[in-house]
């Protein structure tokens, strides 16, 4: 899951195993995020999963979801996570040991489940490493029995905000860290795949998720590199940009932030 330069990146359709203790740990420092919670918590309370349903996590990751999901469906339910990383799937197993859920490998363009099988899905920043997201909204509408509910949560990267730093290299660091992201501006789509879907919207929030800037700064001092190399900043504004940042970190005037988005629908 990384570009020929090796800069991390969670494109779903370049699974790979080197960095799996790296991608699990970014995981982790996103989960624990405080924009991130909130946004999970608004999201599981507007898909209103009910004891004895079938639930969803398209794209499950470390299984998270997942455990919060066979919380609410209960000993008569179902707690599914998807995801196309062997790897990945052997985390969550072994962190949901003693929970009644389920992982199976998978793509999101080919959910391995029956029609009308599933009463609520939920796809969290999965959309913008997907080459094809109609097909996958496709496929989401296909498993959903008729009432059942989806809410897709992605980021929209042109909400980002860096500071410090001068403008144009902070617009060609983001560049070269959105290299390997197909679909950047997910977030703005979302409405319109699950129309497009043939399914009607219920709810749509927002939330403004902030990051602490020690946990961009080995992916910025990486970014920084490869743009270098790349020809798109030079070392002098590399050199700038990096002691901009540690001096924001050591004064404490900083921010890192990018807008997600949610949207709840259900299947006629």
Known sequence: MSDQRGVPSFHIDQVDHPE?????????DQAALPGVVR?????????????????????????????ELA????????????DPNPAML????ERAMNVKAEFIEG????????????????????????????KATAEIARVLRPGGRVVLIDSDWS??????????????????MEANSPNRNSGRHLRGRLVQAGLLIDDIGSEAVIW??????????????????DGMITPAQRDRILA???HGAETGDHHFSVTMFAVVAHKP
């Open 20 to 28: 799996q203790d790296l991608i699990v740990r970014i995981l982790d």
């Open 39 to 67: 946004m999970r918590e608004w999201a599981r309370a507007a898909l209103a999963v009910r004891p004895g349903e079938t639930a969803l996590d398209l794209g499950s990751g470390t299984g998270t979801e997942v455990v």
């Open 71 to 82: 919380a609410l469906v209960g000993e008569a339910g179902r707690a599914i996570g998807i």
């Open 90 to 93: 052997a985390v969550a197993r």
């Open 107 to 134: 793509s999101a363009y080919d959910l391995p489940l029956p029609d009308a099988s599933v009463d609520a899905v939920r796809c969290e920043r999965v959309y913008q490493h997907l080459d094809d997201p109609a």
């Open 159 to 176: 909400t980002a905000i860096f500071h410090p730093g001068d403008p144009e290299v902070i617009a060609a660091l983001q560049q070269r």
């Open 212 to 229: 602490e800037l020690e946990s961009m700064l080995a992916m910025w001092a990486v970014a920084s590199e490869r743009a270098v190399a």
């Open 244 to 246: 901009d940042i540690e």
